[in-house]
């Protein structure tokens, strides 16, 4: 079973959310939270899997507060669900070593989808969340941080740039298994190295930084 946390101060919310994530066979949702303090102090003392968290939160927001879980929880991956979709939004989760990011008025399934992708080490972006990103690559820092990722990534191995490149395409460990002929728990293994090695929260950063670095996976 997925573990989740659904934090939210607006209890028909997490009602709602609730009834949706317990729809499905696979997750369960262990404890809720009416701030991001609050999300915090739970998931320090309770075994979660995925903490749901929204931005609008009073005593702690919900992007400062998957700032305080990597530190308090670092096992536990955060999605941010919010109506605000702008893009500094977006990428705020993300730096912070977010899961994912999606809008309230998301499909179920898409939820659903979200909190599965988490629980199994990938990430998830709504559709506008995704665009928020690729608008960010084309914005005026970009060479800039072209630079810089190339930097960066200058100490992996070709392999290891092999495995990034296909991580910027947002592949699974075994849809990577398949293109590159390696066993899933090899994939694992390159990408928790290569995480390490870039410094790395998770595999979003890592992702964007393959896209930042200009990388592309082998098409042969």
């Keep these: 079973m997925i573990r989740v946390l659904v934090a939210d101060d607006e209890p028909l919310i997490r009602a709602g959310i609730r009834m949706i994530l317990t729809s499905a066979d696979d997750i369960q949702v262990v404890a809720e939270a009416r701030d991001g303090r609050e999300a915090v102090d739970i998931a320090r003392s309770t075994a979660l899997d995925v903490a749901l968290l ?47 990011f999606l809008l309230k008025d998301s499909a179920p ?48 191995t070709a392999r290891e740039r092999e495995v990034l490149a296909l991580l910027g395409e947002g592949l699974s460990n075994a849809d990577m298994g398949v293109r590159l002929h390696m066993s899933e728990a090899t994939v694992k293994t390159y990408v928790s190295r290569i995480l ?25």
């Design 54 to 100: 929204d931005i609008q939160m009073p005593v702690l927001d919900g992007l400062t507060a998957l700032a305080e879980l990597g530190r308090a929880a670092p096992h536990v991956r955060a999605l941010i669900l919010t109506t605000f979709g702008e893009r500094d939004n977006v990428l705020r989760a993300l730096s912070h070593g977010g899961a994912g």
């Design 109 to 156: 399934q898409e939820l659903i989808h979200a909190v599965r992708a988490a629980a199994t080490g990938n990430a998830y972006l709504s559709p506008a969340a995704a665009r928020h990103v690729v608008d960010s690559l084309a914005s005026p820092g970009a060479a800039a941080r072209g630079e810089q990722a190339r930097r960066r990534l200058a100490g992996l």
């Design 196 to 220: 390490t090695k870039l410094d790395c929260k998770n595999r979003v950063q890592a992702a964007l930084l393959s896209r930042d670095a200009g990388l592309e996976a082998d098409r042969g």
